[in-house]
Each structure stands twice: as structure tokens, then as C-alpha cells.
T-cell receptor, first 109, second 114 residues
Framework: GQNIDQPTEMTATEGAIVQINCTYQ??????LFWYQQHAGEAPTFLSY??LDGLEEKGRFSSFLSRSKGYSYLLLKELQMKDSASYLC??????????WGAGTKLIIKP | ETGVTQTPRHLVMGMTNKKSLKCEQH?????MYWYKQSAKKPLELMFV???????ENNSVPSRFSPECPNSSHLFLHLHTLQPEDSALYLC?????????????FGEGSRLTVL
């Protein structure tokens, strides 16, 4: 079966750096997405990786290793507003999105 | 302001009621989706419409009935639901389905079935 694994919850301190990991086993691969979802709000797109390597976008970076079935989202200079759930999703060979259960990130002052 | 609007935001219904969820997108997209989001579970894809045609029904019980009158509007008709159907129902849109484009989500309709 197809599976996406990510930690259920993580805690970090304001101003610090946090890395949220995502491992996947899917039937084929057509890219990996990260979404951010604040409580009570819509998920919003953060990043898309289809080739190996690091994609940087401001304070957020996303890394992909297709050979290892692994990605991470790196958040730098954490702010209280970064408290949210982070959803990892992989697009399989049929262009179906396979979702992880999300990682709830708690930022403490 | 999100380009995808869902109403109502909150809905409480009994198991014998009939209600509908509405989704409207203002992004000019051709694909629309219904997802179910339950606590600590992955998003569950329910239905996909591409150019108003249903292209995916992910083994959803018949008590959920989708309707897509045009590319901008999507409905989810609900009848004789069960308490386990209580969840957040998210609507999303994308340029087309079957591609690698990002999804744009609405804020969801929080459904409670008593």
C-alpha cells in the first residue's frame, strides 16, 4: 500500500530552527507538496519538489531525496505565527495525491 | 481572502436531516474536489470534478451526493448521515485535475452529526 509518515507533533522555540520530516512509499512519484494549515483555516501551499535537492523560499526550505523516499521542511527564525499543522503529500504515478496525517508544530516563546 | 469560499462554516445536523454544503471558487479553475479531514488522519479524497464531469468517486457512501453545475460551483448533499461522518469537509480547486498543480482550499465546513 501507499504510505506517508510524518511526526504527529513537534515543539520548538521562537527564533529557533525546526525540521519536519516526511517519508513516503508510493506507487511512482510525480512530486511532493508541503501545505501549512492554521487551526480553523484552509491549508495553503508552501512548496513543491520534484527533483532532488533543496528549494529555498524565504524562511522556509524543502528538501527531497527520491532515492530515500524522504523529504523535510525546514523552518528558520521561527515566529509564533508558524504554529500550525504541516501537511506532506506525494503525487503518485496516477497523479493522485497521497497525504500524510500532518505534523502539528507548537512554537513556544 | 481565499479564492475558494465554503458555506456554511459550521453545521450541526441530526441523522435524519438533509443538508447541503456549498463551495464556490473565483480562480477560473477547471477542477474541484471534496475532501474529508478528521483529526489526526490524512486528508481523504471524496470526489473530483474536472470540467464539470465527475472523474473520481473514492468509494464514498451514497449518503454523500455531489453536484457540480458549473466549473465554479460544487455542492455536497448530505442525507441520513452517521455520527462518524462528523468531520471538516474541505473543498479545493486546481487548474485541472491529473496534473501537478497546487490545490487551493476553502476554509472548510465543520460538520457535526448528532
Amino acid at each position: 500500500g501507499q504510505n506517508i509518515d510524518q511526526p504527529t507533533e513537534m515543539t520548538a522555540t521562537e527564533g529557533a530552527i525546526v525540521q519536519i520530516n516526511c517519508t513516503y512509499q508510493t506507487s511512482g512519484f510525480n512530486g511532493l507538496f508541503w501545505y501549512q494549515q492554521h487551526a480553523g483555516e484552509a491549508p495553503t501551499f508552501l512548496s513543491y519538489n520534484v527533483l532532488d535537492g533543496l528549494e529555498e523560499k524565504g524562511r522556509f526550505s524543502s528538501f527531497l531525496s527520491r532515492s530515500k523516499g524522504y523529504s523535510y521542511l525546514l523552518l528558520k527564525e521561527l515566529q509564533m505565527k508558524d504554529s500550525a499543522s504541516y501537511l506532506c503529500a506525494v503525487m503518485d504515478s496516477n497523479y493522485q495525491l497521497i497525504w500524510g496525517a500532518g505534523t502539528k508544530l507548537i512554537i513556544k516563546p | 481572502e481565499t479564492g475558494v469560499t465554503q458555506t456554511p462554516r459550521h453545521l450541526v445536523m441530526g441523522m435524519t436531516n438533509k443538508k447541503s454544503l456549498k463551495c464556490e471558487q473565483h480562480l477560473g479553475h477547471n477542477a474541484m474536489y471534496w475532501y474529508k479531514q478528521s483529526a489526526k488522519k490524512p486528508l481523504e479524497l471524496m470526489f473530483v470534478y474536472n470540467f464539470k464531469e465527475q472523474t473520481e468517486n473514492n468509494s464514498v457512501p451514497s449518503r454523500f451526493s455531489p453536484e457540480c453545475p458549473n466549473s465554479s460551483h460544487l455542492f455536497l448533499h448530505l442525507h441520513t448521515l452517521q455520527p462518524e461522518d462528523s468531520a471538516l469537509y474541505l473543498c479545493a480547486s486546481s487548474q485541472t485535475s491529473g496534473g501537478a498543480g497546487e490545490l487551493f482550499f476553502g476554509e472548510g465546513s465543520r460538520l457535526t452529526v448528532l
